[in-house]
């Protein structure tokens, strides 16, 4: 089955700096990667995500990569704030594909804090 | 409001006792999902449901069971079996298309004594 793989487990910022949070998949076929957000004791909310025929996606401050060869994609924040603090989860997943089941395959996540 | 409603919040049981987790959406949604979250390990798939009737193992179903008798619902038992229960569940679900968010629950959080 899928793996997916998180790094840094934990960032700290400086406010305004930017930060970049790491993931790593193994299943070839995967072609759906959303990233979540988790704020403390709130549920995770999709943030932003990226389908394996695009390289780069945009939302405002956020912005997500991705490099089907080396099988890894990043999630990108600009000029951080204090409510960007949160874990911050990638995802991998098979969408459409028979079998996929459109389930999604979770990083270990990574704890952002944004000092000011 | 459309949502997603885990119950109960915080959940106290004893070792050896099966306990269930309610999870309804009222999104018309045809998938539901089951996930586990510990510290430091991410969220792992239980269990999950694609239509109703039907629902398949995840990555980590041993010790639990489910059932999907209705469209809306998506029950979770943790038994008795389940070796390390204490834990934060949180429920999903997924309209079924390519469209691919995932709502989650608020999560019930599970405390063995």
């Known amino acids: 089955g899928e793996n997916v793989e998180q790094h840094p487990s934990t960032l700290s910022v400086q406010e305004g700096d930017s930060a970049v949070i790491k993931c790593t998949y193994s299943d070839s076929a995967s072609n759906y990667f959303p990233w979540y957000k988790q704020e403390l004791g709130k549920r995770p909310q999709l943030i932003i995500d990226i389908r394996s025929n695009v390289g780069e996606k945009k939302d405002q401050r956020i912005a997500v990569t991705l490099n089907k060869t080396a099988k890894h994609f990043s999630l990108h924040i600009t000029e951080t704030q204090p409510e960007d603090s949160a874990v911050y989860f990638c995802?991998?997943?098979?969408?459409?594909?028979?079998?996929?089941?459109?389930?999604?395959?979770f990083g270990t996540g990574t704890q952002l804090k944004v000092e000011l | 409001d459309g949502g997603i409603t885990q119950s109960p919040k915080y959940l106290f049981r004893k070792e050896g006792q099966n306990v269930t987790l309610s999870c309804e959406q009222n999104?018309?949604?045809?998938?539901m999902y089951w996930y586990r979250q510990d510290p430091g390990q991410g969220l792992r798939l239980i269990y999950y449901?694609?239509?109703?009737?039907?629902?398949q193992k995840g990555d980590i179903a041993e010790g639990y069971s489910v059932s999907r008798e209705k469209k809306e619902s998506f029950p979770l038992t943790v038994t008795s079996a389940q070796k390390n229960p204490t834990a934060f569940y949180l429920c999903?679900?997924?309209?079924?298309?390519?469209?691919?968010?995932?709502?989650f629950g608020e999560g019930s959080r599970l405390t063995v004594l």
């Open positions: 999104l018309n949604h045809d998938a």
């Open positions: 449901s694609q239509i109703v009737n039907d629902f």
């Open positions: 999903a679900s997924h309209e079924g298309s390519n469209t691919g968010e995932l709502f």
């Open positions: 995802a991998a997943s098979k969408q459409g594909l028979t079998g996929g089941g459109n389930k999604l395959t």
